[in-house]
């Protein structure tokens, strides 16, 4: 799993107006970086499963996540923004970082529930979560966050 995410996975500073809008560069993204083969579809996906309900957490963070045939291999983007944004949240508070996680139709089942367990309990980590707020290296959010979710 050494290519779950990387550096060039994390976008930072990013000036999205919405909840939808972020959803649709982390979309963008993964195309670019091979991660799915349809944009559209994945965010798609992405907002169907908002739709029944919220992956916004605590403290700031959203773990919004689909399941696609468009998705070649399980992956994560993640995007700060930096303004915050309106995203239905278990604290009611506004998201300004999104850990996006995508799998394979195929992989639905036992990769995708390993991947969400792995970055909620990182959420539960203030060191963590302290770590991806004040940091500008996406590296080193990347290191994180695969440390994260190989343990």
Do not use: Y
Request: with cysteine; proline share 4%.
């Amino acid at each position: 799993m050494s290519d779950i995410i990387s550096a060039q996975s994390v976008l930072l500073d990013q000036h999205a107006a919405s909840r939808e809008e972020a959803i649709g560069i982390i979309a963008l993204k993964a195309a670019e970086l091979g991660i799915a083969d349809d944009a559209d579809a994945l965010r798609q996906a992405f907002m169907a499963r908002e739709a029944m309900g919220e992956t916004g957490m605590t403290d700031g963070f959203a773990i919004p996540h689909a399941k696609s045939a468009s998705v070649a291999r399980a992956a994560v983007v993640v995007l700060k923004n930096a303004e915050p944004l309106d995203w239905p949240s278990f604290d009611e508070k506004p998201v300004t970082c999104a850990i996006a996680l995508m799998v394979p139709d195929g992989e639905a089942g036992s990769e995708h529930i390993r991947l969400l367990s792995k970055t909620a309990t990182l959420l539960m980590n203030d060191g963590f979560k302290g770590l991806v707020h004040q940091s500008s290296d996406p590296a080193e959010i990347a290191a994180a966050i695969q440390k994260g979710i190989e343990s």
